[in-house]
């Protein structure tokens, strides 16, 4: 009977996109933290989503920590949520409690980082955009703006993470097989957010100062923070030493239409409509892909300024 009044709830709620006060679904949401702006847009938008369907939400900030995640699934589970998002910190290390909440009929839908697990029925979908795909789109752009040739510094982001792994290897992958000038010549973690791609980036010009045409950094955060970096430095960012990232928010925007940076790929955080639907479906007993994958824009000096800030979202 319970069974059978979930699923007309998730139908209506897949159909409707919301539902009437009195018949709420409870879903947790395990969020990786609070790293940056486009976290914070991430979890704005869930929450907000959440109330527009009347969905009531269980939310849990991980502060950038596995072991808080986990426990957040643990305590979901024990609620009895109909549905989990989990924003995962890193790759690995989920399959445990994964399957505990395969057990209890949870279904989990991955949210902006996916996850690598043996079993691929731990999780519903991963929600999210092609992160190969983003280094490799910054790749091509550096290729093209330093006719092949530059020493390029990397702001990593968090070791271990999904979107950290595939930005390097997208990257490294474009300019071994199209760039052999281009040299990435220090790379090193600044954990996705500003202080870190701030401190990261005063190494790196220390240690390399006048050899660094260009730094990648693996968001706008990190970016801001190495554009502080390098004005400190007495360098002039977006022209003594190109600044290219990922995300698209506000002020990595701002950057590139201060003409402090040059090139970003968006990757959009706001995917709650599609997590919600997500479960909705998977209450019901549909089979979704394994990927739902968010196509993104990007954007040189020129193209923002054509988009105009007030158009951003995020
Ligand atoms: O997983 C997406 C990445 O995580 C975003 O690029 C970054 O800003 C965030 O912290």
């Excluded at 933290?33 to 929450?47: F, I, L, Q, Y």
């Excluded at 009347?54 to 549905?83: P, T």
């Excluded at 970003?264 to 739902?292: M, Q």
Aim: with cysteine.
């Amino acid at each position: 009977m319970k069974k059978v009044l979930f699923a007309v709830l998730a139908l209506a709620l897949l159909v409707t996109g919301g539902f009437a006060q009195d018949k709420k679904l409870t879903i947790g949401f395990s969020q990786v933290g609070e790293e940056g702006a486009w976290r914070d847009a991430e979890t704005a938008d869930v929450k907000a989503v959440a109330a527009e369907r009347g969905i009531d939400l269980k939310f849990s900030d991980g502060q950038e920590k596995q072991e808080n995640q986990i426990k957040a699934i643990r305590s979901f589970i024990a609620q009895k949520v109909q549905g989990i998002i989990l924003a995962p910190i890193v790759e690995t290390g989920w399959e445990p409690v994964l399957k505990e909440a395969k057990a209890h009929h949870i279904p989990v839908v991955l949210l902006d980082r996916n996850i690598k697990v043996s079993d691929p029925t731990l999780y519903t979908t991963f929600i999210g955009s092609d992160f190969i795909k983003e280094g490799k789109r910054v790749a091509d752009w550096v290729g093209k703006a330093t006719n092949g040739k530059a020493n390029i510094v990397e702001l990593q982001g968090t070791v271990g993470a999904g979107p950290a792994i595939d930005r390097q290897k997208g990257f490294a992958d474009e300019i071994a097989a199209k760039f052999p000038g281009l040299k990435i010549i220090k790379s090193q973690s600044g954990d996705f957010n500003r202080a870190g791609g701030k401190q990261v980036m005063e190494a790196f010009l220390k240690s390399d100062g006048d050899n660094i045409n260009v730094v990648y950094s693996h968001n706008d955060d990190m970016a801001v923070g190495a554009i502080q970096a390098i004005e400190a430095a007495g360098k002039v960012p977006g022209k003594d030493i190109l600044v290219v990232s990922i995300d698209g928010v506000h002020d990595g925007f701002q950057n590139l239409l201060d003409g402090k940076e040059n090139y970003i790929v968006e990757c959009n955080p706001l995917l709650a409509n599609k997590a919600f639907d997500a479960i909705a479906r998977a209450v019901i007993g549909e089979t979704l892909p394994k990927w739902t994958v968010q196509d993104d824009a990007a954007f040189d000096q020129a193209a923002a300024a054509d988009f105009g800030i007030a158009n951003r979202k995020y």
